[in-house]
């Protein structure tokens, strides 16, 4: 739960918006509150596997192009 600062009306923490008197709520974590399900530092770890992967191939694709791109040339010639 979480309070709206407007009109100190108790809502759910997933609401954006105050049911009570409407106002937006700041994009700032509850300070008494746990912090948001799933997205904790358990969540990162795929992370520290994917981004190698993603730059290995990503220098993969660019050295297969430069090949290609040096192949045709040479073919032309
Ligand atoms: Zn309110």
Redesign the pocket.
């Known amino acids: 739960m979480k309070k ?1 600062p ?4 108790m809502l759910d923490d997933e609401v954006i918006f ?1 049911s ?4 937006r709520f700041p994009d700032m974590p509850d300070p008494s509150g746990k912090p948001p399900k799933g997205s904790s530092k358990k969540g990162l770890k795929w992370l520290f596997i994917v981004i190698p992967v993603i730059v290995l191939l990503a220098a993969a694709g660019v050295i297969t192009v430069l090949v290609l791109k040096g192949s045709n040339k040479s073919a032309k010639l």
Do not use: K, T, V, Y
């Open positions: 709206c407007n009109c100190n009306a105050c009570n008197c409407g106002s």
